[in-house]
């Protein structure tokens, strides 16, 4: 999409970035993570700042503060990798394909007033191992997956 920024004027200046995305749109969409870098808020709270383009080149920014969803996922990727991810907003260039977007994991959950909610977890895809296993677990015996 092109948008016409001549009304700025000649001098203007931009702030570089891309789109933040809810991870609701992620789910099943086909994107390569291209950056993550992990921040803490005041609270505490440890955020994963992903850095994402879909199949189109289209750029965009997702974050994730689960302790078991996509920043889990990341910091055990770049644990695995040699590199220990520092909550000190330093961007890591990687290069993980989910062919298959997120996933989401809904459940219910009980708040700090006992009051029951629905909560979610986003996982990111891969077309690894278990995809094989599973697709090679749905062919008919005396066939090949594919």
């Known amino acids: 999409m092109t948008i016409d920024i001549t009304w700025a004027g000649a001098d ?15 789910v099943g969409l086909p994107f390569r993570i291209t950056g993550v870098f992990f921040t803490r808020n005041e609270k505490g709270i440890e955020y994963a700042n992903v850095e994402a383009e879909d199949k189109d080149g289209e750029e965009f920014d997702f974050i994730d503060s689960s302790t078991t969803g996509i920043k889990h996922q990341l910091s055990t990727f770049l644990s695995l990798k040699g590199i220990t991810p520092a909550f000190d907003g ?14 989401v994991s809904e459940y219910e959950v009980q708040d700090m007033r006992g009051q029951t909610k629905l909560a979610k977890t986003y ?3 891969s077309g690894g191992r278990a995809a094989r296993r599973a697709k090679e677990a ?6 090949k997956a594919k």
């Not at 702030?15 to 991870?23: E, H, I, S, Y």
């Not at 749905?138 to 066939?143: D, L």
């Open 138 to 143: 749905a062919t008919p015996a005396g066939t």
């Open 90 to 103: 330093v961007a890591i260039d990687v290069n993980i394909v989910c062919p298959k977007g997120l996933r």
């Open 12 to 26: 203007a200046e931009f702030v570089g970035g891309a789109d933040l995305r809810d991870k609701t749109e992620l």
């Open 123 to 125: 996982y990111l895809t």
